[in-house]
C-alpha cells in the first residue's frame, strides 16, 4: 500500500495529508491516553486499503474514523463524532447562504461580520470579494507606500520592494495576529480612502469658529471617523456678551448643535457619528453639563466625560474646596465643596453610565510635545486617544490569543507558553503597516492632513487578552493576571518603539519631533506616539477573540448569524478545560446546559475550582480589578486604555466612587463606568430587557438629615426621592 500524502477538500482543492488532524479529531472524543494515536495508525490503513491507491476526500476519512470508534467499542464517542461532523455540516450549509466563499478558514460568525461590514458587493447585493481578497487588497493598498531605500541608508534591506511587505501584511492579517481597523478593510483601494479613526477638533469662543467646528465633524464623520471636543472655552451660561450686547447660551446648548449635526451624518454609509464631549471640572457650567444626557434622546450621539485635573482630585479625597472659573477671564465664579460635585458625578455614573472621567494632568505629565504644541484637552469617542486640536491617528490590535503554543516542561508536562519570537515579529511588520497608513490615508480636512504628517501619531494595541489568559490557565482577576498584562504590554511598546526608531532611521523622524522630549533626550523616531489599547469591538468579531483587554462577557452565546435559533456557541478553551478534567460525561453536559444559560461557569458547585478562577467573565470581576488591568496596561502604553469598568445591578455609589478614585490614584488617563440595567439599550446581555422610569431632565441632589433604613447612611433627595448613596435604597412619596 501507498502512503498516504494527500486529501481532497470540500471545495475540491487538494492538499497534503496530515495524520495529526486525525488525531486530534479522536482525541476530542476519546481522553484516554495513547489511545487516538492508536486507533489513527488503524483508520489510516483501513483508509489505504479502501482508496486503493487513490487520493481519499475528507468525507471518506471521517468515515472511516467513524467505524474505527465504533469497532474499538467507543459508543459515546462514535455518537460525539456524529454530532460533531453534524454541526459543521450545518456551518457548512449556513456559509452557504451567507453567499461568502471562505478561502481562509474562518467561521460562520466572521463571514458574517465582514459580509455585513468590508467585502464589496455589486449593484444586486451579492458578494463579489472572498476575506482572502479582502486582505490581499489591504495588503497592497498599504505596501505601495514602500519606496525604494537610498544606498546610504543603513537599513536599505529594510526599504524598497513593495511586494514583499505586502506578503508579510498579508501574512499577519490574513492568519488574524493583527487586524487593522475597520477604516482600513472599508477605504483600502479607493480613492477616498480614509484610514484613520480618531480626531480632535477645537472649539474656540466665538459664533464663527463654532460653526467651522460644526461643519468640520460633518466633513469627519461623513468620511468615517469619530470626534473629540472640549468645550472648556465657550463662556458660561447667562455670561455678558460684550459684542452683542447679549448672554452667552453656554457649552451645553452648543453641544447640542453639534449633537444634531451628528444625527444627520452616517458614517459612510456605515454606523452613525459619535464624540466625546469634555467639560472641564472647573467650568462654571459644570452641573449643567454632567446632567446633559438625562433627558431622554438628549445629546444621544455624544459620550461625556468630565476633565479632571489633580487639583480637583486632591480637594476630593482631603475634602476641600474648589473654585468654578470664568474661562473667558478665569475669575472665580463660585467656590464649591470638591467632594459634593464628585458625588454628583459618581451619583450619575452610577444611574447612567454618564460622565467619565479623563485625568488630564496625567495625561499632559507624558506628552512629549507639551512644550510646541500645548496642553492635550479632548480625546476621540472612546477615550483611548489624547489629542491635540486637528491630531488624528489610526488604529490596529494584535490578537494575543495567536500567540501561545503548547510545550513541554522539564517534567514532560505539557504547558501553555507565550510565542515571545513571532510576537515580536508582528508587532514590527504592524508599526510599519500603520506607519504606511498615515502616508496611504486621505483626510477630510486641510489641517487634519498636516498634522497627521507633523506626528505620524498610531496606535497599536492589544485584543483577545482574556483568550490569551485562558490558554496560559491564569485568572484575570488575580495579581498573576496583572503581572501578565504588564508584562506583555512592556514587550509590545517596547517592540514597537524600537521599530519606530529603525523606521526613522530608513524613513525620516516625524516633523514635530524638533522641540519635543525625544530631541531633548537624543531618541530619533518615526512616530509621536505608538501604542494605545482601543475597545476592538469590530474587529474582534473578525478574529474572533475576546474585545480589547476586557474579559470574556459569557462562555457560551448564541450567534443569530443566519437564523432565529441561530447557532451555539461554547467557548473554545473552556471546552478544551472542561473535556480535559475528570468529570464524568453526565457532569460535562450538565455543565454546558448551565453555561449557556447564564454564560457563567463560577456557581457550578462540582466544577474544578482551578477552572473557576482561570474562567471568569466580565461581572465575576469586581470593579478594583477591572481598574487594576487597566492601569497596568496604561504603564506601558504611550497613548491611552479603553476599557469599561463593569458593575453588577447591584453595585452601590461608594462602589462607582472607589473606582473613580482608584483609577486617578493608579495613573489611568481616563475612567469610563457601566453598570447593568443603567441603560435602556444594553449591547451586551444575559438577561431579557426590563422596563425602567426615565430620568428627568434636571437632577436635584439635597443632603438630607435622615438615614438609610438599609445601612444607616445619611440619604439625600434625588429627583423628589430620597436616596441612599451607599446602598442604593430609594424611598419615594409617588
Not at 450 to 458: F, G, L, P, S, V
Not at 645 to 662: C, G, H, P, Q, R
Request: with cysteine; charged share 25%; hydrophobic share 35%.
Amino acid at each position: 500500500m501507498t502512503d498516504l500524502t494527500k486529501i481532497i477538500k470540500r471545495d475540491g482543492r487538494v492538499a497534503a495529508f496530515d495524520e495529526n488532524k486525525i488525531i486530534e479529531a479522536i482525541r476530542a472524543v476519546v481522553s484516554y491516553k495513547h489511545e487516538p494515536e492508536r486507533l489513527t495508525k488503524i483508520a489510516i490503513t483501513i483508509l489505504k486499503k479502501g482508496v486503493n491507491g487513490e487520493i481519499p476526500t475528507v468525507e471518506q476519512v471521517q468515515d472511516v474514523v467513524e467505524q474505527v470508534l465504533m469497532a474499538a467499542g467507543h459508543y459515546e464517542a462514535a455518537k460525539a463524532y456524529i454530532l460533531y461532523r453534524q454541526k459543521h455540516q450545518k456551518v457548512r450549509e449556513v456559509k452557504e447562504i451567507l453567499g461568502v466563499k471562505d478561502d481562509v478558514g474562518l467561521n460562520t460568525n466572521q463571514l458574517k461580520v465582514l459580509e455585513n461590514r468590508f467585502l464589496r458587493h455589486d449593484e444586486s447585493g451579492r458578494v463579489t470579494e472572498t476575506p482572502g481578497q479582502l486582505f490581499r487588497r489591504v495588503a497592497k493598498f498599504i505596501s505601495e507606500q514602500e519606496k525604494p531605500a537610498s544606498r546610504r541608508q543603513s537599513n536599505a534591506s529594510r526599504g524598497g520592494n513593495p511586494k514583499q511587505w505586502e506578503e508579510k501584511f498579508y501574512s499577519i492579517i490574513s492568519r488574524m495576529e493583527f487586524v487593522p481597523a475597520g477604516c482600513y478593510f472599508r477605504g483600502a483601494g479607493t480613492k477616498s480612502a480614509v484610514l484613520a479613526n480618531c480626531f480632535v477638533l477645537p472649539v474656540e469662543d466665538n459664533m464663527a469658529a463654532i460653526f467651522n467646528s460644526v461643519k468640520w465633524l460633518a466633513l469627519i464623520q461623513q468620511a468615517g471617523g469619530g470626534t473629540g471636543f472640549n468645550f472648556s472655552k465657550l463662556r458660561p451660561k447667562g455670561d455678558y456678551v460684550k459684542s452683542s450686547g447679549g448672554f452667552a447660551t453656554g457649552p451645553v446648548s452648543f453641544m447640542k448643535v453639534f449633537d444634531a449635526a451628528t444625527g444627520q451624518v452616517m458614517q459612510g454609509g456605515y454606523r452613525m457619528g459619535a464624540n466625546m464631549g469634555i467639560l472641564d471640572v472647573d467650568h462654571p457650567d459644570i452641573g449643567e453639563f454632567i446632567i446633559c444626557k438625562t433627558e431622554e434622546g438628549e445629546i444621544a450621539n455624544f459620550n461625556i466625560s468630565v476633565g479632571a485635573s489633580d487639583e480637583f482630585m486632591r480637594a476630593v479625597k482631603e475634602n476641600k474646596n474648589f473654585k468654578l472659573r470664568n474661562p473667558r477671564n478665569k475669575e472665580v465664579v463660585q467656590t464649591i465643596k470638591a467632594r459634593q460635585l464628585f458625588s454628583q458625578i459618581v451619583n450619575l455614573a452610577w444611574r447612567t453610565g454618564d460622565p467619565g472621567m479623563i485625568f488630564l494632568d496625567t495625561i499632559n505629565k507624558h506628552n512629549p510635545v507639551l512644550k510646541t504644541l500645548g496642553l492635550l484637552k479632548a480625546t476621540n469617542p472612546c477615550g483611548e486617544q489624547p489629542l491635540h486640536p486637528f491630531d488624528v491617528c489610526n488604529l490596529g490590535s494584535i490578537n494575543l490569543s495567536k500567540f501561545i503554543e503548547q510545550a513541554r516542561n522539564s517534567k514532560h508536562e505539557i504547558r501553555s507558553k507565550v510565542n515571545w519570537k513571532r510576537l515580536e515579529e508582528v508587532v514590527k511588520i504592524a508599526v510599519r503597516f500603520l506607519d504606511n497608513g498615515v502616508d496611504a490615508s486621505r483626510y477630510p480636512l486641510e489641517q487634519v492632513a498636516k498634522m497627521a504628517q507633523a506626528n505620524r501619531r498610531i496606535g497599536l494595541g492589544v485584543m483577545g487578552f482574556a483568550d490569551m489568559l485562558y490558554q496560559l490557565g491564569v485568572g484575570y482577576n488575580t495579581d498573576e493576571g496583572v503581572s501578565w498584562a504588564e508584562k506583555i504590554m512592556k514587550f509590545v511598546n517596547r517592540a514597537a518603539v524600537e521599530e519606530s526608531i529603525l523606521l526613522a532611521k530608513e524613513k525620516g523622524v516625524f516633523v514635530n519631533w524638533q522641540g519635543s522630549d525625544y530631541e531633548r533626550k537624543g531618541i530619533r523616531r518615526r512616530n509621536l506616539a505608538v501604542t494605545t489599547i482601543a475597545p476592538t469591538g469590530t474587529i474582534s468579531m473578525v478574529a474572533d477573540c475576546s474585545s480589547g483587554i476586557e474579559p470574556n462577557f459569557a462562555l457560551s452565546y448564541v450567534k443569530n448569524v443566519i437564523d432565529e435559533q441561530g447557532l451555539s456557541y461554547v467557548n473554545p478553551y473552556f471546552k478544551q478545560a472542561v473535556e480535559a478534567s475528570n468529570l464524568s460525561n453526565e457532569q460535562k453536559i450538565d455543565v454546558y446546559r448551565r453555561v449557556a444559560n447564564t454564560g457563567r461557569c463560577t456557581d457550578i458547585e462540582y466544577l474544578h475550582q482551578k477552572i473557576k478562577q482561570v474562567f471568569v467573565t466580565a461581572y465575576d470581576v469586581c470593579p478594583e480589578w477591572h481598574v487594576k488591568m487597566q492601569a497596568a496596561f496604561q504603564k506601558y502604553t504611550e497613548n491611552a486604555v479603553s476599557k469599561t469598568i463593569n458593575f453588577s445591578a447591584n453595585a452601590t455609589m461608594t462602589d462607582v466612587e472607589k473606582a473613580y478614585m482608584l483609577a486617578w490614584e493608579l495613573k489611568c488617563k481616563g475612567i469610563t463606568i457601566y453598570r447593568s440595567g443603567s441603560k435602556e439599550d444594553q449591547v451586551l446581555s444575559t438577561q431579557p430587557k426590563k422596563s425602567k422610569q426615565l430620568i428627568q431632565s434636571k437632577i436635584k441632589i439635597k443632603p438630607l438629615k435622615d438615614r438609610c433604613p438599609e445601612c444607616g447612611s445619611l440619604m439625600e433627595m434625588v429627583e423628589g426621592c430620597a436616596t441612599c448613596r451607599k446602598c442604593g435604597f430609594s424611598k419615594c412619596s409617588v
